[in-house]
């Protein structure tokens, strides 16, 4: 018999036959899985417990794709020391942890649409809607993240356009079961994002102008810090530790922290992380214009992202005076107000880089950007609009795990599921790394001009995704 554990808000697959589970270390012989789903409110248990793990795994998820990404260096922590070159390895316990967060939200999504919803007479078609959605969810960040990964535990290995498939299909049935617009919405945003990924421009339209002109504002979010939640580790190594664990990258300062206590009881104020958000669905529109030549509509997408949905997010003026960059790893880190340039070949720009010892700085927990309708005005060509629509979701999407996906990088299956599952075979243990990103830790890095100030950053990993943009691993219109 299958055993688990169940607490209110705390869940555990203890023996799902899952690759993964010699990570579980509590196990409870007396609660069996019959005896859970025959016991009162067993749905509503469970769906705590599925909000927990969909916490958790997009945590993990943040943490080390951001590493791996030009967005943060670890400066300090004990996470990732290889993923900032980036080095990615399969038998690295970074990549396991990943993948297992993302399988254990399948399974546990999995485990109560197909055992618990059906033996609980007081579960809801809500909650039935809520643990297919999770399952797409699940299947999306398999599709963005990994070369592969299987169906389910010891499973047939499914490549990032069959995931894609399968979160399609799943976005799409829980459409249907919701029955509030903002939910269908979400869902709709969700196939947009899944569509966009795998490159069908008009499946990705059609549902981003659903978002776009029902509700440019919508917005959906996985929670932390309640008494029995888990908590936001990502905020704690950007603003509540002592050290400041992970560093942006100098033209992204102002956009740090995007998670922050504003009291002094840290577990009570936990940010919430961004999981799915209207300002996709006018950059997903903007770039299916760019791709066909058609620079006004693109123009019209971004102007109205940034004057209807960017500008209306909210901004928290917020001292993080204590905010000294102070990990180890460098110790460059500009802390005054100077001039930064994207490279050596672009202008200085003022503003990016902020002296937090000056006053209370600007945060943005949801989305920000520095790029203006200006900017989107003066630029004249596609690939001018395009390296601008790759800038603002750098910006909008900073420190929410996406940017990996946008460089082109994977994660390939871990070595514990090769050793466990006939079906994972030596390809899968390559990581998909395109020759155009720079090694060494040179995403990461920068100079500072020794009279001035003036941060120089190496590479504009931006210029470097337009120049690419042939590229099946990118841009996926192009």
């Not at 299987?150 to 799409?172: C, K, M, W």
């Not at 936990?270 to 066909?292: D, M, N, V, Y």
């Not at 390559?430 to 590479?459: A, K, Y």
């Not at 470097?464 to 192009?478: G, M, R």
Request: hydrophobic share 40%; glycine share 4%; charged share 20%.
């Amino acid at each position: 018999m299958k055993k688990l554990i169940t607490y209110i808000s705390f869940i555990i697959l203890a023996s799902f036959g899952l690759y993964s589970c010699d990570l579980f270390d509590v196990t409870n012989p007396y609660v069996t899985e019959d005896r859970f789903i025959n016991s009162p409110q067993a749905a509503a248990i469970w769906m705590n417990g599925l909000k927990r793990q969909s916490s958790l795994t997009v945590g993990t998820v943040v943490e080390f794709t951001e590493l791996v990404s030009d967005n943060y260096f670890n400066n300090y922590t004990q996470s990732s020391k290889v993923f900032d070159f980036p080095e990615i390895n399969y038998f690295d316990i970074d990549v396991r942890r990943v993948q297992t967060s993302i399988h254990l939200l399948l399974e546990t999504a999995r485990f109560g649409l197909e055992k618990v919803l059906p033996n609980d007479p007081e579960a809801t078609a809500i909650q039935e809607a809520e643990c297919i959605f999770i399952m797409g969810y699940a299947h999306l960040l398999a599709a963005e993240l990994f070369v592969a990964m299987p169906e389910s535990p010891n499973g047939q290995v499914l490549t990032p356009t069959e995931h894609l498939d399968r979160a399609i299909q799943y976005f799409t049935q829980a459409q249907g079961k919701y029955t509030a617009a903002n939910d269908q919405l979400i869902c709709d945003l969700a196939l947009a994002r899944a569509n966009h990924s795998k490159g069908d421009r008009q499946a990705a339209r059609n549902a981003a102008a659903r978002v776009t002109a029902t509700n440019p504002s919508l917005l959906k979010q996985v929670f932390y810090g309640t008494q029995s939640g888990p908590s936001n580790n990502f905020q704690n190594a950007i603003f509540s530790g002592t050290i400041n664990q992970f560093a942006p990258l100098p033209r992204l300062d102002f956009l740090d922290p995007k998670y922050f206590n504003l009291t002094s009881v840290i577990v009570d104020d936990q940010k919430p992380i961004s999981i799915l958000k209207a300002e996709e669905a006018f950059l997903i529109l903007a770039e299916a214009a760019l791709s066909e030549g058609n620079i006004a509509e693109a123009k019209s997408n971004l102007s109205r992202l940034i004057t209807e949905v960017i500008a209306i997010r909210p901004v928290t003026q917020l001292d993080d005076s204590r905010e000294t960059r102070n990990g180890g790893n460098r110790n460059d880190y500009p802390l005054s107000a100077v001039a930064v340039r994207f490279d050596s070949s672009s202008p200085w720009i003022s503003g990016l880089v902020l002296d937090r010892q000056a006053g209370k700085i600007n945060a943005y927990s949801v989305s920000g950007t520095h790029v203006t309708v200006s900017d989107i005005e003066e630029a004249s060509s596609v690939d001018e609009l395009l390296y601008l629509t790759y800038l603002i979701r750098q910006e909008v999407f900073f420190a929410e795990g996406r940017r990996m996906t946008d460089l082109g990088i994977r994660f390939p299956i871990s070595e514990l599921e090769f050793n466990n599952n006939s079906n994972v075979n030596e390809s899968h243990l390559v990581t998909q790394l395109p020759t155009f990103i720079p090694l060494d830790l040179e995403m990461d890095d920068f100079s500072v001009d020794p009279n001035s100030g003036i941060v120089t950053i190496r590479h504009d990993m931006n210029k470097v995704l337009i120049a690419n943009k042939q590229s099946n691993l990118v841009i996926p219109f192009f």
